[in-house]
């Protein structure tokens, strides 16, 4: 049956996932930014790339630039796609918008934004989907999609076989995005701190794809270095992680994931370049914390954080 959605903070990855889903008569609603929503309302929403071509007419959305427009909607499940560091803000919204027995999801990069909704929501609504899949906008109500390294992983932290997350896997399964349930997602995700954490920030400093960073010896032992710190916090912390240890991890990193996304350009690099604020502190920022509240240290991933942040020093009006 089709789902009611709101995609909440509709940017590349939003836009792309709504638009799959829309696509295959799913009801989308998207929270956006004004000059997103003005050109879906115009000419609708194309996405093309990997995956095929799919035109969802502006008929077919529903679309707003601020929550006010929102009341009185009602969802099967609210997709939260804000930057991380917008998670806090979002919070009063979500609260009033996502109806009670409505799943709230977060697909978004980083440490510490399921922890934020589960504290406010309550933690047997909130699910993790974990994307590993390049959306980019070329132009105003066109998405494209660059890169895929594996399925979009549904699931919770906190009830295993959440039947939300299997509704909202074959959803996307069925509109074309490959997606699947899992009950390991918070493991998954870690999985995906750590890629972010080895190759965001680097790539945004040298300002080269991922691939460039995997043909390179001396780009690889800086990311050694932010792995090896990264292990420590996750067994310091207890973290789940589907690795059992840095050399593993790096055996599929270097093998498998890195050649799966080489020409993908930083969304780090990509937010310098727009004059944007990054997501730092979801990333590395949060294993620098993380590592000194356990005493460890993280030189690596700190010097990361310090270049990262004269990068954004430098960003125009």
């Known amino acids: 049956m089709p789902m009611r959605i709101l995609i909440f903070g509709a940017g590349a990855v939003g836009q792309g996932v709504g638009g799959f889903l829309a696509a295959a008569g799913h009801e989308v609603t998207m929270l956006l930014r004004a000059r997103y929503r003005d050109a879906l309302a115009r000419d609708g929403l194309t996405v093309s790339g990997l995956f095929g071509r799919r035109r969802v007419p502006p008929e077919r959305l529903v679309l707003a630039a601020d929550p006010a427009e929102l009341a009185g909607g009602r969802w099967d499940a609210v997709i939260l796609c804000v930057k991380s560091y917008d998670t806090a803000g979002c919070l009063d919204d979500l609260g009033r918008l996502a109806a009670p027995d409505a799943a709230v999801v977060s697909m978004q990069n980083g440490y510490g934004n399921v922890e934020a909704l589960a504290a406010v929501l309550g933690r047997d609504r909130v699910l993790c989907a974990r994307v590993i899949t390049g959306f980019s906008i070329p132009a105003p109500g066109r998405v494209e999609v660059t890169v895929h390294a594996d399925d979009v992983c549904a699931g919770s932290f906190y009830r295993p076989s959440h039947p939300s997350a299997g509704a909202l896997a074959a959803a996307l399964s069925d509109a074309g ?66 690795w ?58 700190a010097a990361l954080v310090g270049l990262i942040r004269f990068l954004e020093g430098r960003r125009g009006p």
């Not at 945004?204 to 292990?231: C, K, Q, T, W």
């Not at 890195?258 to 604020?277: C, Y």
């Open 177 to 242: 995005l490959p997606a699947r349930a899992v009950d390991d997602v918070e493991a998954v995700l870690w999985g995906k701190i750590l890629y972010n954490c080895a190759l965001n920030a680097l790539g945004a400093v040298l300002g080269v794809p991922y691939g460039a960073l995997g043909a390179s010896p001396h780009a690889r032992a800086v990311m050694n270095a932010v792995i090896d710190e990264a292990f420590g916090v996750i067994s310091a912390w207890g973290f789940p992680c589907r």
């Open 244 to 301: 059992a240890d840095a050399g593993a991890f790096r055996e599929a990193f270097y093998g498998r994931q890195v050649p799966a996304t080489a020409d993908h350009r930083p969304s780090m690099l990509q937010d310098i370049e727009a004059g944007k604020r990054t997501e730092i502190d979801a990333l590395n920022g949060a294993l620098v914390r993380l590592a000194a509240e356990k005493r460890l240290p993280a030189p690596v991933n």
